[in-house]
């Protein structure tokens, strides 16, 4: 159990475009999902908080315009990356949270790589 | 603001050694994760620790929380080429968000 499936696995696009990317629970409902950032040989940064139903919190930092999150449902958060530009070239990772008894735990999708040509 | 911090950064062995990597922090963890990420995938869950003090094993690899809560540290026996990839501790401080250490990234020579 606890699979997170991401969608585009990766995606290459024209600067001044804008990528969703999508992010599901397949076997479980999420409390909450997590979109991080990832660049390389580094460790990954949280760049917002979604929760089903309410406006995403972003961490310090992260432009709210740039990357909107939508979260329709418990199983589904999408992170849409608006015109986007080469410094947004990264690799992105959701998670969805669920609480089994004694504590939270993470899973984590398995990544969007965006280049930005 | 919570510190934490991973150590080694970085560790190169040869198979069938034995390795710790530790995780500290300056506050109190109400729980802590342990997971390891390979090359363009997301990290993959290895255990979750609650009680301070608790010792978990995953087949070659033990995962200790500390009394104080403030630490923990992953040995690894044996260490096969399988396990090489980026570990990566996250402690919880009492909410869903889960704070990431800079990581260890582990190489197993064969």
């Known amino acids: 159990g606890a699979v997170v499936s991401q969608h585009p696995s990766w995606v290459i696009c024209k600067s001044g475009t804008s990528v969703k990317i999508e992010c599901r629970s397949l076997d479980f409902q999420a409390t909450t999902m997590f979109w991080y950032r990832q660049f390389p040989k580094q460790s990954l940064m949280l760049m917002a908080t979604?929760?089903?139903?309410?406006?995403?919190?972003?961490e310090q930092g992260v432009e709210k315009d740039k990357f909107l999150i939508n979260h329709a449902s418990l199983t589904l958060s999408t992170l849409t990356v608006t015109s986007a530009h080469p410094e947004d070239s990264s690799f992105y990772i959701c998670?969805?949270?669920?609480?089994?008894?004694?504590?939270?735990?993470?899973?984590f999708g398995p990544g969007t790589r965006l280049t930005v040509l | 603001t919570q510190l934490l911090e991973q150590s080694p950064q970085f560790l190169s062995i040869q198979e069938g050694e034995n390795l710790t990597v530790y995780c500290n922090s300056s506050s109190v963890f109400s729980s802590l994760q342990w997971y390891r990420q390979e090359p363009g995938e997301g990290p993959v869950l290895l255990v979750t620790v609650v009680t301070g003090g608790e010792v978990k094993k995953l087949k070659r690899l033990t995962f200790q929380f500390g009394d104080a809560r403030k630490d923990s540290s992953l040995h690894i026996t044996a260490a096969q080429p399988g396990d090489t990839g980026l570990y990566l501790c996250?402690?919880?401080?009492?909410?869903?968000?889960?704070?990431f250490g800079t990581g260890t990234r582990l190489t197993i020579i064969p």
């Open positions: 998670s969805a949270s669920r609480y089994p008894g004694l504590a939270y735990e993470q899973f």
């Open positions: 979604s929760n089903e139903g309410s406006k995403a919190t972003y």
């Open positions: 996250a402690p919880n401080f009492g909410n869903e968000k889960l704070t």
